[in-house]
């Protein structure tokens, strides 16, 4: 009777400790790529997040951007140089759909678009949100804002340094 109780509860809890653990597979390589580039670049740090597979970070000191994202696996890491950048803007895709007789708008993606001083560069596109990836929003919209706020804020400040000297 033990025995088969304890089956059941093997047989239930093991699956999602498999499941946990080979998720967070991704995030170790993420975390890797991103504490190597840390210490190559001499970076440290002022505001950082970290939000599923995603990570972006800011260093307003050696006015640098890191932008980490894993896909199947394999991590695409950004290092953006801040005095290279013009602006940065959220971009929003939605579409209305109708529910029970009530208009409802339902976001699609959301990316933050960095624009650089150099119009010949092409503008570099963070995903924040996008609904083919992650079915549940999660803040993503007040994260992208906070992010959008502390780039153009950084990128300000440098604009400023710049006609002071």
Not at 13 to 33: A, C, R, T
Not at 57 to 83: E, P, Q, T, Y
Not at 126 to 148: G, P, Q, T
């Amino acid at each position: 009777m033990w025995l088969v109780s304890g089956l059941l509860v093997l047989c239930t809890v093991l699956p999602f400790i498999i499941l946990n653990k080979s998720g967070k597979g991704d995030l170790k390589i993420m975390n890797k790529e991103v504490a190597r580039l840390l210490n190559d670049r001499k970076l440290k740090f002022s505001l950082k997040e970290n939000w599923g597979n995603s990570f972006i970070g800011l260093d307003a000191n050696n006015r640098a951007l890191v932008f980490s994202k894993v896909f199947d696996g394999v991590v695409a890491l950004d290092n953006i140089d801040l005095n290279d950048v013009l602006n940065v803007k959220i971009v929003k895709k939605t579409h209305e759909v109708r529910t029970k007789n009530k208009k409802e708008t339902v976001l699609e993606k959301m990316d933050l678009e960095i624009r650089f001083l150099d119009e010949q560069k092409p503008h570099k596109t963070f995903n924040f949100y996008d609904i083919d990836s992650i079915y549940v929003e999660d803040y993503e919209l007040r994260r992208a804002e906070k992010w959008n706020a502390a780039i153009n804020g950084a990128v300000a400040t440098s604009f400023k340094s710049a006609k002071v000297a």
